[in-house]
Nanobody
Framework: QVRLVESGGGLVQAGDSLRLSCKAS????????MGWFRQAPGKERDFVSA????????YYSDSVKGRFTISRDNAKNTVILQMNSLKPEDTAIYYC???????????????WGQGTQVTVSP
């Protein structure tokens, strides 16, 4: 059974940076694509970013492109989301996900973390 544990969330001001980490266990991490989603109060869970199993291909939503960077360290079973130039609209619970296929939408995620809160004040 896969276990994903996020960390690094917190309360920051607009323009600040945060670094989210997701530590995976229970399945050979290096074989699977990983991703991040977020869910704001009263809204659906939205795709933020994904990275393929090699780390060579990355994907971003338009709302975070140019500000967020996803990376992975297969030796440490960890995926990182570096978030820069944060905006109040980035406020949400951020979830780590693992994909077993080639689709990176929320319905295709095979495993989820418990989430970490990110709050950006104006």
């Amino acid at each position: 059974q896969v276990r994903l544990v996020e960390s690094g969330g917190g309360l920051v001001q607009a323009g600040d940076s945060l670094r989210l980490s997701c530590k995976a266990s229970g399945r050979t991490f290096s074989l699977y694509a990983m991703g991040w989603f977020r869910q704001a109060p009263g809204k659906e869970r939205d795709f933020v970013s994904a990275i393929d199993w090699t780390g060579g291909r990355t994907y971003y939503s338009d709302s975070v492109k140019g500000r967020f960077t996803i990376s992975r360290d297969n030796a440490k079973n960890t995926v990182i989301l570096q978030m820069n130039s944060l905006k109040p609209e980035d406020t949400a619970i951020y979830y780590c996900a693992q994909f077993t296929g080639s689709d990176y939408d929320s319905g295709s995620a095979a495993s989820w973390g418990q989430g970490t809160q990110v709050t950006v004040s104006p």
